[in-house]
């Protein structure tokens, strides 16, 4: 299994990034995905998942109104589009899969996203 984050970066804050993952090594239409981010001094935090082959996506309050997942089942790609981006989601975003849905988790090296007021 292998994740690949790509799309972090600096900017100022409302402005956008739009991250992506690009996975291998297991079923992805079958498999539950989910952007978790760690800011420095902080526990992980759940941010957003796409379940059901797209079909359910979950996003935690902090987040709604302002970010956006996605997939893209022909390129085996997730996507987490950040609009209106604050402060405090600065962060190193990790992208992380659950083939078939169980519970075995794989993680991404992470992408880092700062955002400066």
């Known amino acids: 299994v292998q994740l690949m984050e790509s799309g972090g970066g600096s900017v100022q804050a409302g402005g956008s990034l739009r991250l992506s993952c690009t996975a291998s090594?297991?079923?992805?239409?079958?498999?539950?995905m989910s952007w978790i981010r760690q800011a420095p001094g902080k526990d992980l935090e759940w941010v957003s998942s796409?379940?059901?082959?797209?079909?359910?996506?979950h996003l935690a309050d902090s987040v709604k109104g302002r970010f956006t997942i996605s997939r893209d089942a022909a390129t085996s790609t997730l996507f987490l589009q950040m609009n209106n981006l604050k402060p405090e989601d600065t962060a190193m975003y990790y992208c992380v899969a659950y083939p078939g849905c169980g519970t075995t988790q794989y993680w991404g090296q992470g992408t880092q996203v700062t955002v400066s007021s």
């Open positions: 090594g297991f079923a992805f239409d079958d498999s539950g």
């Open positions: 796409i379940l059901n082959g797209g079909r359910k996506q």
